[in-house]
T-cell receptor
Framework: GAGVSQSPSNKVTEKGKDVELRCDPI?????LYWYRQSLGQGLEFLIY????????KSGLPSDRFSAERTGGSVSTLTIQRTQQEDSAVYLC????????????FGPGTRLTVT | EDKVVQSPLSLVVHEGDTVTLNCSYE??????LLWYKQEKKAPTFLFML????IEKKSGRLSSILDKKELFSILNITATQTGDSAVYLC?????????????FGTGTRLTIIP
């Protein structure tokens, strides 16, 4: 079956511009996660959606970052006024429920801020 | 603050060797420990461990968890060049009812033919 998909696969943007990254989770998965992986670093948790509950935004690094999940499915991560330190691979993962840690990852979006 | 530490940071071995990767952790309300293999961008799931002392095995890969000493190991026997990847350890914890994974920085494994 279809896995987690993300778009775009690569995004180059100028400093100060806004970007939107999209994640389409596996159908039926209620939990969705966004992570960031900077060069040579581990995965950094950003935000977690579980069903209709309020999202856990505790990992968002600044108020320039926001995310939403419409209809309990597709999610969009928005970065406003991008900075060079935002350059990273942004990975989305989904799992069957918030109690399941077997997360399935998408291919990621490589964001480069110039 | 939850913390996951992996060692070594990188490892280079010859094909056919056996390797052991280490993961130690400190996490609030531990629930499970997971191993992922990351070759390009998307990590792929290997194992999830919740109980101490029970080895999980998949082909040449195996893993075990020690909840008393707060660590896990991932063993790969008879390594092949296709095993070259970054191996990520992640620990699931529960904080105020929210479940999240904390990842280590990974061990970069390189297998020389």
């Amino acid at each position: 079956g279809a896995g987690v998909s993300q778009s775009p696969s690569n995004k180059v943007t100028e400093k100060g511009k806004d970007v939107e990254l999209r994640c389409d989770p596996i159908s039926g998965h209620t939990a969705l996660y966004w992570y960031r992986q900077s060069l040579g670093q581990g995965l950094e948790f950003l935000i977690y959606f579980q069903g209709n509950s309020a999202p856990d935004k505790s990992g968002l690094p600044s108020d320039r970052f926001s995310a939403e999940r419409t209809g309990g499915s597709v999610s969009t991560l928005t970065i406003q006024r991008t900075q060079q330190e935002d350059s990273a691979v942004y990975l989305c993962a989904s799992s069957l429920s918030g109690q399941s840690y077997e997360q399935y990852f998408g291919p990621g979006t490589r964001l480069t801020v110039t | 603050e939850d913390k996951v530490v992996q060692s070594p940071l990188s490892l280079v071995v010859h094909e056919g060797d056996t390797v052991t990767l280490n993961c130690s952790y400190e996490v609030t309300n531990f629930r499970s420990l997971l191993w992922y293999k990351q070759e390009k961008k998307a990590p792929t799931f290997l194992f999830m461990l919740t109980s101490s002392g029970i080895e999980k095995k998949s082909g040449r890969l195996s893993s075990i968890l020690d909840k008393k000493e707060l660590f896990s190991i991932l063993n790969i026997t008879a390594t092949q060049t296709g095993d070259s990847a970054v191996y990520l350890c992640a620990v699931g914890g529960s904080n105020f009812g929210n479940e999240k994974l904390t990842f280590g920085t990974g061990t970069r494994l390189t297998i020389i033919p």
